[in-house]
């Protein structure tokens, strides 16, 4: 009964190293989502997948890439990490058709990635 | 565009007495409304949702959620707070319009006291 798996859980880099986030669903779901939550702010959309093989630029998605490397699995990667990118990352998923959230569906979320840039 | 005011940052109750988060959208569209609540160090988990089919949405743990179209609002309640219930909660809107995403209030963090 995963649901929503991310890896790794706690990550610390030094400015302008690189790295990925991974992240993999068991729901079959369509959509995934990468959200970033800092303190005062909620959660700000990254990144999202409507469906495999497409992606699409959220509120915040400057530093960032996105891969959706199949159904189950949306990665995001930093290219070269700075400060302002210390945050904790969330990924999500949700059973959405075009990325829209119909009547009956939810998103589900991951436990979080605590990443501290230095 | 949606958007979403959680009119509180912090909310402090006393364990046993009533819990009222508030919460404010705009929407262009008929929307789906959700509360997700965040214990310390955790992910996610929804606690209800609104998707128009009856205004008064039971949640899990005893909480519901009155939408109301007239004010804009779908603020949170629960009859008695229990000290498991302090955690950060979230209200979320999301437009029915294509592709379109869920918009995070700030979140409110809910203290109990014994």
Known sequence: ?118 | AQSVTQLDSHVSVSEGTPVLLRCNYSSSYSPSLFWYVQHPNKGLQLLLKYTSAATLVKGINGFEAEFKKSETSFHLTKPSAHMSDAAEYFCVVSDPSGYSTLTFGKGTMLLVSP
């Not at chain 1, 949306?74 to 990352?89: G, I, K």
């Not at chain 1, 009956?104 to 990443?115: C, D, M, P, S, V």
């Open chain 1, 1 to 118: 009964n995963a649901g929503v798996t991310q890896t790794p859980k706690f990550q610390v880099l030094k400015t302008g190293q690189s790295m990925t986030l991974q992240c993999a669903q068991d729901m079959n779901h369509n959509s995934m989502y990468w959200y970033r939550q800092d303190p005062g702010m909620g959660l700000r959309l990254i990144y999202y997948s409507a469906s495999e093989g497409t992606t699409d630029k959220g509120e915040v998605p400057n530093g960032y890439n996105v891969s959706r490397l199949n159904k189950r699995e949306f990665s995001l990667r930093l290219e070269s990490a700075a400060p302002s990118q210390t945050s904790v990352y969330f990924c999500a998923s949700s059973e959405s058709r075009d990325g829209s959230f119909e009547m009956n569906t939810e998103a589900f979320f991951g436990q979080g990635t605590r990443l501290t840039v230095v």
